[in-house]
């Protein structure tokens, strides 16, 4: 965990309500339940309230929640749902933070998503070596005295998060992602619901409060709270509860943040934005589509002017390279050589050509890839090639002088076995 | 209805076969490995299609039936 300070400042956007949602729970049972009342029984209205509150997938991708839950639940026969806090960004720590402060809202969330696709198998994921995060989660498990759900550990790595990598580790295999989709054929051959345990720890909220309630903080196309991480050329990094549609610039002023020079949003699978575009940007997705970008799973990194850029560029596609499973083409080679031709910007003599090969070559692996590991790679490189054109160009014309500073953390991924 | 290629990106190892003989649809990579055009095969050419995909030495290439067009990776 990069980040493990807790801060989440009172926001609101409609007065009387109140913040923190998620991060003011337990983390004890008697504490989760005086604060929450016991776990409701799941009650034929939920997914219609989970629908009307609007939930969104907490992972990165958006997806609605009550959307993938009809899937699985319609897809006939046993089923199975996984809450997914393995958590591989290596910036994020907001699933940590959460599954340590609060993980009956998760436990409550997962129970209640299985009642709704009608699972007999619930399974919570947390990434291996993490003793606070897992002692978190086992007393809270034993706290329950419930048998119900299982804890399943994840190998370090970026890829055991994707959700067809994490269906494979449960299925006893090495992490690598097959085609099959969880939601047609998952954990034991079963249709499968995988959520982000934040998502989950939502439809815990909504199941007791309600829609109307859940709406009371956000936008109406973001309803709600969302958790961020906020990293990089701060103060105060940490991990932050924040309504939906609050101002980019309020929240980074809250974490300390140096005068940026440019912003990472949705982590190492987001996308850069430079500080002319950040007094614009506000947190949900309509404003920030605008701008071509999304919060993701809700990493903010900041990045001051005396760091050189092309450095932490080439830290970071070398990283994606790393992670890759190896098995589809384009991902395997065409990620090597993004990352060799980024390093070879940042070292001495580099080519004029570069920065074209870079983005001819974004443009060649974008979407070609079995999973969307390969994806993400591009946005981070398209979009930094653009934001730090004039640095590249120093680059290239012979001089940068600022700090090759390994901001962005890039821990080597387990090897696969 | 209409046909689309698409290519199994973990199975395809990248032999080209399937470019020499459907170069309209098909083109390789920097490293070798096939950029499927994903729109609709026209009727003249579906025998080619079917060519390729029944001498593609891993089965990794398919022809699908869609309504809309998928983007040219199997998934
Ligand atoms: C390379 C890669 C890594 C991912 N890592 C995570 C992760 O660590 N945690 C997570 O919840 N989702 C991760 N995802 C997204 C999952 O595949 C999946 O969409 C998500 O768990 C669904 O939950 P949600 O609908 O609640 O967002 C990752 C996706 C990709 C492509
Ligand atoms: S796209 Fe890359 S990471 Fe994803 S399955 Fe293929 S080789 Fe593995
Ligand atoms: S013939 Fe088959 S294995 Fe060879 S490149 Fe085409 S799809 Fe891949």
């Known amino acids: ?417 | 209805m209409s046909s689309h290629l698409t290519v199994d990106p973990i199975v395809c190892d990248g032999h080209g076969i399937c470019a020499e003989l459907l170069p309209e649809h098909i083109t390789l990579d920097d490293w070798g490995f096939p950029i499927i055009n994903p729109a609709a095969i026209p009727g003249h050419r579906l025998a080619d299609a079917r060519r390729a995909v029944k001498h593609c030495p891993v089965l990794a290439l398919r022809l699908r039936q869609a309504t809309s067009p998928p983007d040219g990776v199997a998934k």
């Open chain 1, 1 to 417: 965990m990069t980040a493990t300070a807790t801060r989440a400042p009172v926001i609101t956007t409609t007065p009387g309500a109140t913040l923190p949602r998620l991060l003011a729970d337990g983390p004890d049972l008697r504490a989760h339940v005086a604060r929450h009342g016991p776990l409701p029984p799941t009650s034929s209205g939920l997914l219609m309230s989970l629908e009307q509150a609007g939930l969104k997938g907490r992972g990165g991708a958006a997806f609605c929640t009550a959307r993938k839950v009809t899937s699985v639940a319609t897809a006939g026969g046993e089923t199975v749902v996984v809450a997914n806090g393995s958590e591989g960004e290596p910036l994020s720590a907001k699933d940590k933070v959460l599954l340590t402060k609060a993980p009956h809202l998760v436990l409550d969330g997962l129970a209640l998503a299985a009642d709704l696709v009608g699972a007999d198998r619930r399974i919570l994921c947390i990434e291996r070596g993490n003793p606070v995060v897992e002692g978190a989660v086992r007393r809270a498990l034993s706290e329950r005295g419930e048998s119900g759900a299982e804890l399943f550990t994840t190998p370090r790595r970026y890829l055991s998060g994707q959700e067809n990598a994490l269906v494979d580790l449960i299925n006893g295999g090495r992490g690598k992602p097959a085609l099959d989709r969880p939601f047609v054929r998952g954990v034991d051959g079963r249709p499968t619901l995988v959520d982000n345990v934040e998502t989950l720890a939502h439809l815990a909220l909504i199941a007791r409060y309600g829609p109307r309630w859940y709406r009371e903080v956000g936008t109406a196309e973001d309803p709600g709270t969302t958790l961020v991480t906020v990293a990089g050329s701060v103060s105060r990094p940490g991990v932050f509860e924040v309504a939906h549609g609050w101002h980019l610039e309020e929240l980074l002023a809250h974490a300390g943040s140096c005068k940026p020079r440019a912003v990472l949003l949705g982590g190492y699978y987001g996308r850069w934005a430079g500080a002319g575009k950040l007094s614009e940007l506000r947190l949900d997705s309509a404003s920030l589509r605008r701008e071509g970008l999304s919060l993701g799973c809700g990493v903010i990194a900041v990045l001051d002017d005396a760091t050189c850029a092309v450095a932490e560029m080439a830290r970071v596609a070398t990283w994606f390279a790393a992670n890759s499973a190896g098995q589809c083409g384009a991902c395997t080679w065409g990620l090597r050589d993004l990352a060799h031709t980024t390093s070879a910007l940042g070292a001495d003599g580099p080519d004029s050509q570069s920065p074209g090969r870079l983005m001819r070559w974004a443009n060649m692996i974008d979407g070609r890839g079995a999973c969307r590991l390969p994806d993400g790679a591009v946005a981070f490189l398209r979009t930094a090639l653009e934001v730090f054109a004039d640095e590249v160009q120093e680059h290239l014309e012979g001089g940068c002088s600022r700090a090759r500073r390994h901001l962005l953390p890039t821990p080597a991924p387990e090897p696969w076995v």
